[in-house]
Structures are given as C-alpha cells and as structure tokens.
C-alpha cells in the first residue's frame, strides 16, 4: 500500500541551519498553524531551525501524520 507523506522535509533549504517543511494536505497545514502555532509562508513552506526538526517529526507521528525528507 502506498502511502503519500503529509509533510515533505527538505534538508537542504539553501540557508544554512534551517530545513524548510512542506505541508503537503489541509490537515498537515492545519496542524502546522493550529497545533504547533507555526507559521506558513505564502510559498508553502514553514520555516524550522535545523535543530528542532526531529522533535517535530515525533509530534507529527503521535499525530498520525507521515513525514518524508527529500
């Protein structure tokens, strides 16, 4: 079974100490701005200090969201 990834991490932003995280559904997007308080910008993408990346990725798993870095 194919699953498709709520969220797309890209690692490799282009700024150095920052991973850009991409909501890739309404209820990711929603997660981000309503649960975690995070914000959006108007490209997609959620700004994330490379340093906090894995405490999100737990969050979102005990959420029952799939996370995929590229």
């Known amino acids: ?3 498709t990834a709520d969220f ?3 690692v490799n932003s282009g700024i150095q100490g920052i ?3 991409e ?3 309404e209820i990711a997007s ?4 309503d649960e975690l308080n995070l914000h959006v ?3 997609g993408y959620c700004p994330m200090r490379e ?3 894995l405490t999100f990725v737990d969050s979102a798993e005990r959420a ?7």
């Open 51 to 53: 340093q906090e990346v």
């Open 23 to 25: 909501p890739m559904n």
């Open 41 to 43: 910008m108007d490209n």
């Open 8 to 10: 797309q991490v890209v």
């Open 19 to 21: 991973t850009l995280i």
């Open 30 to 33: 929603n997660y981000l701005t």
């Open 64 to 70: 029952h969201l799939f996370t995929a870095a590229i």
């Open 1 to 3: 079974m194919a699953m």
